[in-house]
């Protein structure tokens, strides 16, 4: 489904400050895997994720999504086929066009033409269907403009554009980290459901330990710009937090630095 080989980015190459963010990773993703990523700061996550998305150009390395070469493919073409949900709440939709204008950009991305253009009728209907779903309220205010809504609302309608076209990846960088405790909660839920539901292939970056390992069906340690962990199924059940941290200092050599993961412990 994704198949990544040999992968590097190097930023300011033959500068001074030339640093390797991914090293010559490879990674075969298969359909409907659901990967959550941990490491520690700087250990290329985030990195990795806009290489697959197209963000800047890759020094090496061939990514192929569903049997196409998208290694040298813009951000914006990418996005055709690439849902994505950001840290910051305010990223993913336009603050000044309404629920049904977002929602209706996002459909217009699907594979299904009778869907795609216009505000008609069944559309509308199509589109309170997807916001019950995520059970805010949204549904019953189409037309009210995106800045209005709090952050917990914007990031699950965000969410819901990434999803609603049936995109044949999911890249979900920290999405619940700027939202209070009780609204990434809700949040969280609802990723498991929309990529449950739509079994859309995901890969999602965390910090919490504890989701890494509740969610998706595979996990995946970064560090140095290197996976030094790949878990997946059956192992991945019997995992814990102490057991990760273990692993973690095996192969880093040294204690967890990152205070953000060890505070969401
Ligand atoms: N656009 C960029 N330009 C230059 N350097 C970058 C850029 N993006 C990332 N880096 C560098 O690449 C390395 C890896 O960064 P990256 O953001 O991928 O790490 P991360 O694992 O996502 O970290 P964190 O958990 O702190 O977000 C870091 O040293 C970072 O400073």
């Known amino acids: 489904m994704l198949e990544i080989s040999n992968l590097t980015k190097i930023f300011y190459k033959g500068t001074p400050n030339e640093n390797t963010a991914v090293k010559n990773i490879s990674l075969d993703v298969k359909n409907g895997d659901f990967i959550t990523i941990v490491g520690s700061n700087g250990a290329g996550k985030s990195t990795l994720l806009n290489s697959i998305a197209g963000v800047f150009p890759v ?12 290694t040298k493919k813009c951000e914006y073409k990418c996005a055709k086929n690439i849902g994505r949900v950001f840290q910051n709440p305010l990223a993913g939709t336009s603050p000044e066009m309404t629920i049904e204008e977002n929602l209706s950009l996002a459909i217009s991305k699907t594979k299904n033409l009778s869907l795609r253009w216009g505000l008609s009728k069944s559309k509308r209907k199509i589109m309170r269907e997807h916001l019950e779903k995520i059970d805010l309220g ?9 800045k209005l809504l709090s952050g917990g609302q914007r990031q699950a309608l965000t969410l819901l554009m990434a999803t609603v076209a049936n995109p044949d990846l999911l890249l979900l960088d920290e999405h619940t980290a700027a939202l209070d405790p009780a609204t990434a909660i809700k949040i969280k839920n609802l990723t498991a459901e929309l990529v449950n539901d739509n079994n859309i292939t995901t890969l999602m970056i965390t910090h919490n330990m504890e989701d890494a390992i509740k969610l998706g069906n595979r996990l995946i340690m970064m560090d140095g710009g290197e996976i030094i962990y790949d878990i997946k199924a059956e192992e991945k059940g019997k995992l814990t937090i102490e057991k990760l941290m273990k692993m973690f200092e095996v192969k880093h050599g040294g204690k967890f630095t990152n205070d953000r993961m060890l505070l969401s412990v």
Request: glycine share 4%.
């Open 138 to 146: 949204l549904e019953k205010r189409l037309t009210t403009k995106v």
């Open 59 to 70: 020094d090496k390395g061939r990514i192929i999504l569903d049997n196409k070469d998208i």
